[in-house]
């Protein structure tokens, strides 16, 4: 079965530095998502990227943020300085069309 | 006012249970209603997904959805353990999907 792929894994980074988290979305999948999920906490939107661009973001997506499709495989989410707050599970997900997304099993980011 | 709202749990049932999850949401534009189910550490995982109102059926999952009352639930018969995880309700409007924070469920065996 189709799988969305996300590394790496778990990241720890120290306050301050830029990190990027990478995913290779289900390949004839047409939408692209960052969300985030602090722990305990509910499974937040940050992104959502159609056509090669940013379609919709969230209030918690600021200039920090950005996203890019590199190439034909990859969806990339880079945190320019990070934050103790920016702790958290970030999952990509991909859809074809339709109303279920795939998601990625998630990177761990530890900002310490 | 949060567009999902959801039981957090913990929910503790012995296998063989009929379990209900339930999650009330905000908006009455929302037509489309979605289940995931999220294992410790993994991405959450597409269950079920209903329009409008009504139920459907997938082996020992009912989704049912209650315009009228903003309700939405999702009904597990003959509970195993692998069922044990945390189960998230959602909707979304346009391109952005709103998660409700899960209810974690634990099936005792």
């Known amino acids: 079965e189709p799988e969305v792929t996300q590394t790496p894994s778990h990241q720890v980074t120290q306050m301050g530095q830029e990190v990027i988290l990478r995913c290779v979305p289900i390949?004839?999948?047409?939408?692209f998502y960052w969300y985030r999920q602090i722990l305990g906490q509910k499974v937040e939107f940050l992104v959502s990227?159609?056509?090669?661009?940013?379609?919709?973001k969230s209030e918690i997506f600021d200039d920090q943020f950005s996203v890019e499709r590199p190439d034909g495989s990859n969806f990339t989410l880079k945190i320019r300085s990070t934050k103790l707050e920016d702790s958290a599970m970030y999952f990509c997900?991909?859809?074809?069309?339709?109303?279920?997304?795939?998601f990625g099993s998630g990177t761990r980011l530890t900002v310490v | 006012q949060k567009e999902v709202e959801q039981d957090p749990g913990p929910l503790s049932v012995p296998e063989g249970a009929i379990v209900s999850l339930n999650c009330t949401y905000s908006?009455?534009?929302?037509?489309?209603f979605m289940w995931y189910r999220q294992y410790s550490r993994k991405g959450p995982e597409l269950l079920m997904y209903?329009?409008?109102?009504g139920n459907k059926e997938d082996g020992r999952f009912t989704a049912q959805v209650d315009k009228s009352s903003k309700y939405i639930s999702l009904f597990i018969r003959d509970s195993q353990p692998s069922d044990s995880a945390t189960y998230l309700c959602?909707?979304?409007?346009?391109?952005?999907?709103?998660f409700g924070t899960g209810t974690s469920l634990t099936v005792i065996p």
């Open positions: 997900a991909s859809r074809q069309g339709g109303y279920g997304y795939t």
């Open positions: 390949s004839n999948h047409l939408y």
């Open positions: 990227f159609y056509n090669n661009e940013i379609s919709e």
């Open positions: 908006n009455s534009a929302f037509q489309y």
């Open positions: 209903t329009y409008s109102s």
């Open positions: 959602a909707t979304h409007t346009g391109n952005q999907f709103y």
